[in-house]
T-cell receptor, first 116, second 113 residues
Framework: SAVISQKPSRDICQRGTSLTIQCQVD?????MFWYRQQPGQSLTLIAT?????????ESGFVIDKFPISRPNLTFSTLTVSNLSPEDSSIYLC?????????????FGPGTRLTVL | DQQVKQNSPSLSVQEGRISILNCDYT??????FLWYKKYPAEGPTFLIS?????DKNEDGRFTVFLNKSAKHLSLHIVPSQPGDSAVYFC????????????FGTGTRLTIIP
């Protein structure tokens, strides 16, 4: 398994500002993933963050709104830009540790964002 | 387009009995399925998975069954314990050349002491 931490755990932000979420993994991983869980909804993949290359975004998510950094094999950040109340969600990062036989991903505790 | 569906938003089960959580999918390209458990204010925790080449996988109190022809999987928990009260998500991964997991909307399981 992998231990994944996120900062901040929660935040309340004003409309039009931005929030940067940090994700730290306790082992080196090739890919890290950012998900969003809107209230009462399932988890939706925003993007896959590969070290040394541009993030790969899913349909409906764009780099200008959700810029991602991946400076090394244990760390990534997700910025949610130009916030609106519709961005109020839980944002989760995950990673798939190397050497696993299966396809399971391990998740951080999430960041609960409320936009006023 | 919800490709992974959990049609029961909630389920209540007596302690000691069997809990059965169901999940249906529509995309025949999915070839790997996972169950996660989520407590409030925590991230999802991996429980058990199954590859499409199998129809059953068991790990302690947890068993996952896969019926490919029906595009249906289920998670059995027996015996159910109060600590099992949580939201359960099924997820699927396809042979698409990426690691994307597609999640269902979750089922809230409550174990009644």
């Amino acid at each position: 398994s992998a231990v994944i931490s996120q900062k901040p755990s929660r935040d309340i932000c004003q409309r039009g500002t931005s929030l940067t979420i940090q994700c730290q993994v306790d082992s080196q991983v090739t890919m890290m993933f950012w998900y969003r869980q809107q209230p009462g909804q399932s988890l939706t993949l925003i993007a896959t963050a590969n070290q040394g290359s541009e993030a790969t975004y899913e349909s409906g998510f764009v780099i200008d709104k959700f810029p991602i950094s991946r400076p090394n094999l244990t760390f990534s950040t997700l910025t949610v830009s130009n916030l609106s109340p519709e961005d109020s969600s839980i944002y989760l990062c995950s990673a798939r540790p190397p050497g696993l036989a299966g396809n399971e991903q391990f998740f951080g505790p999430g960041t609960r964002l409320t936009v006023l | 387009d919800q490709q992974v569906k959990q049609n029961s938003p909630s389920l209540s089960v007596q302690e000691g009995r069997i809990s059965i959580l169901n999940c249906d999918y529509t995309n025949s390209m999915f070839d790997y399925f996972l169950w996660y458990k989520k407590y409030p204010a925590e991230g999802p925790t991996f429980l058990i998975s199954i590859s499409s080449i199998k129809d059953k996988n068991e790990d302690g109190r947890f068993t996952v069954f896969l019926n490919k022809s029906a595009k249906h999987l289920s998670l059995h928990i027996v015996p159910s314990q109060p600590g099992d009260s949580a939201v359960y998500f099924c997820a699927a991964k396809g042979n698409f050349g990426n690691e994307k997991l597609t999640f269902g909307t979750g089922t809230r399981l409550t174990i009644i002491p």
